[in-house]
T-cell receptor, first 120, second 114 residues
Framework: AQKVTQAQTEISVVEKEDVTLDCVYETRDTTYYLFWYKQPPSGELVFLIRRNSFDEQNEISGRYSWNFQKSTSSFNFTITASQVVDSAVYFCALSEAQGNSGGSNYKLTFGKGTLLTVNP | DAGVTQSPTHLIKTRGQHVTLRCSPISGHKSVSWYQQVLGQGPQFIFQYYEKEERGRGNFPDRFSARQFPNYSSELNVNALLLGDSALYLC?????????????FGPGTRLLVL
């Protein structure tokens, strides 16, 4: 069974600090996909990034960067020069085939989330 | 383009009642999934539908049911509500529901059962 662990329940930083959110996953599939979502207080999950299991190239997008390491089953997310608007709950999620009843559905398995608070 | 929409935004029910939640996917998306998010937890998978057929369900009791309509919108029904059903119910849509596809989420329906 697939599992996602976000060990950090809450993180508090001061604006302009860098912060890294950890994500460790478990899966028996050789092909899988990893996602990060942001959930502001409004509740809507906002998609940030998707990575597939056969592409370990790290990615940078503006102030965001992601470090994917299959050897340690980790997919960590770093925000550089954090801002107050980055305050939210961040979820890491895993997608793999469930293979239900001869068909397949590709549910997302989420971690419990990390609450990031950026203080001015 | 409009994103995923859900209605109602908030709902208060009492134990034993039933509830129907509605979701409209992004235009062109044919797959809808439902998730339950209890306070302080990550979303938990309930159902996935594609082309009006149920593709799978999570570990939820038979009180939970859903369907998808020809226009790809979807309803989630919960019967005999329990206090523990209080949660944020999220709907997500994707093109065809494949594992590599990004699921885009709606704003959710906050259900409170008293």
């Amino acid at each position: 069974a697939q599992k996602v662990t976000q060990a950090q329940t809450e993180i508090s930083v001061v604006e302009k600090e860098d912060v890294t959110l950890d994500c460790v996953y478990e899966t028996r599939d050789t092909t899988y996909y990893l996602f990060w979502y942001k959930q502001p207080p409004s509740g809507e999950l906002v998609f940030l990034i998707r990575r597939n299991s056969f592409d370990e190239q790290n990615e940078i997008s503006g102030r965001y960067s992601w470090n994917f390491q299959k050897s340690t089953s980790s997919f960590n997310f770093t925000i550089t020069a954090s801002q107050v608007v980055d305050s939210a709950v961040y979820f890491c999620a895993l997608s793999e085939a469930q293979g239900n009843s001869g068909g397949s559905n590709y549910k997302l398995t989420f971690g419990k989330g990390t609450l990031l608070t950026v203080n001015p | 383009d409009a994103g995923v929409t859900q209605s109602p935004t908030h709902l208060i029910k009492t134990r034993g009642q039933h509830v129907t939640l509605r979701c409209s996917p992004i235009s062109g998306h044919k797959s809808v999934s439902w998730y339950q998010q209890v306070l302080g937890q990550g979303p938990q998978f309930i159902f996935q539908y594609y082309e009006k057929e149920e593709r799978g369900r999570g570990n939820f009791p038979d009180r939970f049911s859903a369907r998808q309509f020809p226009n790809y919108s979807s309803e989630l029904n919960v019967n005999a509500l329990l206090l523990g059903d209080s949660a944020l119910y999220l709907c997500a849509s994707s093109l065809s529901g494949g594992p590599a596809e990004t699921q885009y989420f709606g704003p959710g329906t906050r259900l409170l059962v008293l």
